[in-house]
T-cell receptor
Framework: RKEVEQDPGPFNVPEGATVAFNCTYS??????FFWYRQDCRKEPKLLMS???SGNEDGRFTAQLNRASQYISLLIRDSKLSDSATYLC?????????????FGAGTRLAVHP | GAVVSQHPSWVICKSGTSVKIECRSL??????MFWYRQFPKQSLMLMAT?????????EQGVEKDKFLINHASLTLSTLTVTSAHPEDSSFYIC????????????????FGPGTRLTVL
């Protein structure tokens, strides 16, 4: 089983749509959670951290359910510029490690 | 945010040659840098954690003699792919943490723009 699992997509949505991405992680000792965005042939860039209380940044809302080991990202009012791959990322600290584990990403394509 | 650069951005080499990739933190000192590899349509896979002044920590399955890491200063880590073969063709990305960024950024990593390696 992969440590971080995501639906690979692609999600093809029209502009203005609301789209939700899900992610599950296997290591209950994971401590921090993030969503990164990666454009084609580019490095990943931090979109937002994810907190247990849920957090919002403009059109983006992230949720974390530690009991279910489940993370979500909601994008409202999709823009063409939102087209990218969204990576669910978990930070694991333990056994002398402090490292990020990446999901394979969910691809989003927003069309006019 | 903190800036990380990589050089070169792309490289094409013949099979059997060695390739060195540099990763620099431009506006902060990084005691720890990370090297990732990403194959097409796959996730970033951590190869190794580079520690300034000490040996790198390699992930399981990554050959330390093939992927040489040197972290000689607080702003520079290098990855050398020795005797590269076509299967080593990939997107190599480094990242670094800014230890002075405070508790809220403790786990955040800043990524370089990546190096695309093609081995013929």
């Amino acid at each position: 089983r992969k440590e971080v699992e995501q639906d690979p997509g692609p999600f093809n949505v029209p502009e203005g749509a609301t789209v939700a991405f899900n992610c599950t992680y296997s290591n209950s000792a994971s401590q921090s959670f993030f969503w990164y965005r990666q454009d084609c042939r580019k490095e990943p860039k931090l979109l937002m951290s994810v907190y247990s209380s849920g957090n919002e940044d403009g059109r983006f809302t992230a949720q974390l359910n530690r009991a279910s080991q489940y993370i979500s990202l909601l994008i409202r009012d999709s823009k063409l510029s939102d087209s990218a791959t969204y990576l669910c990322v978990v930070n694991y600290r333990g056994g002398g490690y402090n490292k990020l584990i990446f999901g394979a990403g969910t691809r989003l394509a927003v069309h006019p | 945010g903190a800036v990380v650069s990589q050089h070169p951005s792309w490289v094409i080499c013949k099979s059997g040659t060695s390739v060195k990739i540099e990763c620099r933190s431009l506006d902060f000192q990084a005691t720890t840098m990370f090297w990732y590899r990403q194959f097409p349509k796959q996730s970033l896979m951590l190869m190794a954690t580079s520690n300034e002044g000490s040996k790198a920590t390699y992930e399981q399955g990554v050959e330390k003699d093939k992927f040489l890491i040197n972290h000689a200063s607080l702003t520079l880590s290098t990855l050398t792919v020795t005797s590269a073969h076509p299967e080593d063709s990939s997107f190599y990305i480094c990242s670094a943490r800014d230890p002075a960024g405070g508790p809220s950024s403790y786990n955040e990593q800043f990524f370089g723009p990546g190096t695309r390696l093609t081995v013929l």
